[in-house]
């Protein structure tokens, strides 16, 4: 961040590519809610984010247990002009399920798959692990007969 103030101190013009950079090491250093705050200076200063720094920050969010957080900003990359791809999808997948966010997972599951996207390895894994596991929640049924029918 040091580095980061002294580039706008110096008249330096940060990039898309610094600003992912730094927000994954906030992300990384369990500091998700200060790299949401950046994300959002970031965009009042006219930077436009991409899909890197979406994924950076909803995969940080989501490791970090704001998945609210994380839905909430997931909801928005469609008004930036972005598009969410199959792994930013999973992102936000794993993210619920890891968080007990079931139902949520289960309708991202059926938006992703209508918008023609399977779940990853790392997706699917988890899943399997939560079925064979003691939470037995019928939402985590639903959502691998959905997986599996597509």
């Not at 898309?16 to 950079?21: C, D, G, R």
């Not at 950076?56 to 909430?72: E, M, Q």
């Not at 985590?140 to 959905?146: E, G, S």
């Amino acid at each position: 961040m040091d580095l980061y103030r002294k580039m706008a101190f110096d008249g330096l013009s940060p990039t898309v590519v610094t600003h992912n950079i730094l927000l994954h090491g906030l992300c990384q250093h369990g500091k998700s809610v200060e790299a949401l705050t950046l994300f959002y200076k970031i965009q009042d200063l006219g930077h436009k984010p991409d899909m890197v720094t979406y994924k950076t920050l909803l995969d940080g969010l989501c490791k970090n247990h704001y998945v609210d957080k994380a839905l909430s900003l997931f909801r928005t990359i469609k008004y930036h002009g972005l598009i969410p791809d199959s792994d930013t999808y999973n992102i936000i997948i794993r993210g619920c399920l890891r968080n007990e966010k079931y139902n949520e997972a289960c309708k991202l599951v059926g938006k992703m798959i209508d918008c023609g996207f399977l779940e990853d390895e790392i997706t699917s894994s988890l899943l399997l692990q939560l079925l064979l596991s003691e939470v037995q929640h019928p939402t985590l049924l639903a959502m691998h007969h959905k997986i599996s029918d597509s």
